[in-house]
């Protein structure tokens, strides 16, 4: 027998999950949500990937185009995937350097979520011949 349907999709806390998306057009760090690890004793290694990031050259204005992969073992907290693929969309109108976006996206995850141990990488399409993996 089928089990009944929920009458809710949301989950308590996250404000961004179930909801129809609208996309921010600015860079927000308060966008980025987190919830509860359920196994925060184990060293357990989540792999975020965002194949589609953007955002704009400081110097030229044009698009910079990269993959970011970001990893790390949770603590307490782990983070929500919606709002951070929001969270990522809001770069797409701000002018960094490569190394600098990376920073960003470290700096504020590690303040939002507090986890064992994380890193960034992005991978950006190469621009005048080089391309920069910071």
């Given at each position: 027998?089928?089990?009944?349907?929920?009458?809710?999709?949301?989950?308590?806390?996250?404000?961004?999950?179930?909801?129809?998306?609208?996309?921010?057009?600015?860079?927000?760090?308060?966008?980025?949500?987190?919830?509860a690890n359920r196994h925060p004793k184990?060293?357990?290694?989540?792999?975020?990937?965002?194949?589609?990031?953007?955002?704009?050259?400081?110097?030229?204005?044009?698009?910079?185009?990269?993959?970011?992969?970001?990893?790390?073992?949770?603590d307490a907290q782990m983070v929500e995937?919606?709002?951070?693929?929001?969270?990522?969309?809001?770069?797409?109108?701000?002018?960094?350097?490569?190394?600098?976006?990376?920073?960003?996206?470290?700096?504020?995850?590690?303040?939002?979520?507090?986890?064992?141990?994380?890193?960034?990488?992005?991978?950006?399409?190469?621009?005048?011949?080089?391309?920069?993996?910071?």
């Open positions: 027998m089928p089990k009944a349907a929920k009458t809710s999709t949301r989950k308590p806390g996250l404000k961004a999950l179930g909801l129809t998306t609208a996309y921010p057009d600015q860079y927000d760090p308060r966008l980025l949500e987190i919830f184990r060293d357990s290694w989540t792999l975020l990937e965002c194949s589609e990031f953007t955002s704009l050259c400081p110097i030229t204005g044009q698009p910079d185009w990269a993959t970011i992969l970001i990893r790390y073992v949770a995937s919606k709002s951070l693929k929001l969270y990522l969309h809001g770069f797409r109108n701000r002018g960094d350097f490569h190394e600098d976006v990376v920073n960003v996206i470290l700096d504020d995850l590690r303040a939002a979520m507090v986890p064992r141990y994380i890193e960034v990488l992005g991978i950006f399409h190469p621009r005048g011949g080089i391309a920069i993996h910071p």
